[in-house]
């Protein structure tokens, strides 16, 4: 009986690990979308992290003082929550601070969470 129990657990680790791995492919690809063209990401790029259900996307540029190093400028984030199976959307306020995205701060896939970052309705992610 203890056997079956290590190999139940096992597989539910598994599926989640898979499930984890399709969301990160997905992200990359929705990220591709984001990107500028190949010649310029030198100078503008943009990157992401997802660590504990939390996403969030950041410019990635040149210092101005020091071109050879890079700096991350956030400016959106999503938390999934898994109780509720939504994500909820925030952006970074000029003060530093994350705050909902009020027009829509839920959707129901990452999908519709980077429809709303690119189309900028209210200029709160791209300025």
């Not at 996307?57 to 700096?71: A, S, T, V, Y």
């Not at 306020?93 to 909902?100: D, P, T």
Request: hydrophobic fraction near 40%.
């Amino acid at each position: 009986m203890p056997l079956f129990i290590k190999i139940v657990i096992k597989t539910e680790y598994m599926d989640h690990d898979k499930n984890i791995n399709l969301l990160e492919v997905r992200i990359q690809k929705l990220i591709e979308t984001m990107r500028p063209p190949v010649h310029m990401r030198d100078e503008l790029d943009i990157g992401y992290s997802f660590r504990n259900n939390t996403l969030e996307l950041f410019e990635i540029r040149p210092r101005w003082d020091k071109k050879d190093e890079k700096i991350n400028s956030p400016f959106a984030k999503t938390k999934f929550i898994k109780s509720r199976g939504i994500w909820q959307i925030y952006w970074l306020r000029a003060n530093g601070k994350w705050v909902s995205y009020d027009p829509n701060p839920e959707v129901n896939d990452i999908v519709g969470f980077f429809e709303i970052v690119k189309d900028d309705k209210h200029s709160c992610f791209f300025g």
